[in-house]
Nanobody
Framework: QVELVESGGGLVQTGGSLRLSCAVS????????MGWYRQAPGKQRELVAS???????NYADSAKGRFTISRDNAKNTVYLQMNSLKPEDTAVYYC?????????WGKGTSVTVSS
């Protein structure tokens, strides 16, 4: 069982930045992949960025060059640094942990980018 708690969402203007945090209830050595997903109103949940246990990262095309996923092993925390935010980034952002083919989700944190 993995528990995830997101924080850091909020309201920001176009071009601004936010850093999302995801506190994880266990260390990363037992987790295959950590990821950030988002779901905008009326749309399906989509992958934003992910990081494997070995540190390899993957980004959605919409996130490349603007978002960075990182982790702090000592704090069992995953981050999503989001820069140059756009109104289309408005969504609820969810932290995901995949362990042995089982997906765990946080409750999400809301990000609103005003134009």
């Amino acid at each position: 069982q993995v528990e995830l708690v997101e924080s850091g969402g909020g309201l920001v203007q176009t071009g601004g930045s936010l850093r999302l945090s995801c506190a994880v209830s266990r260390n990363f050595f037992s987790i295959n992949t950590m990821g950030w997903y988002r779901q905008a109103p009326g749309k399906q949940r989509e992958l934003v960025a992910s990081m494997t246990r070995g540190g390899s990262t993957n980004y959605a095309d919409s996130a490349k060059g603007r978002f960075t996923i990182s982790r702090d092993n000592a704090k069992n925390t995953v981050y999503l640094q989001m820069n140059s935010l756009k109104p289309e980034d408005t969504a609820v952002y969810y932290c995901n942990a995949r362990q042995l083919s089982v997906d765990y989700w946080g409750k999400g944190t809301s990000v609103t980018v005003s134009s």
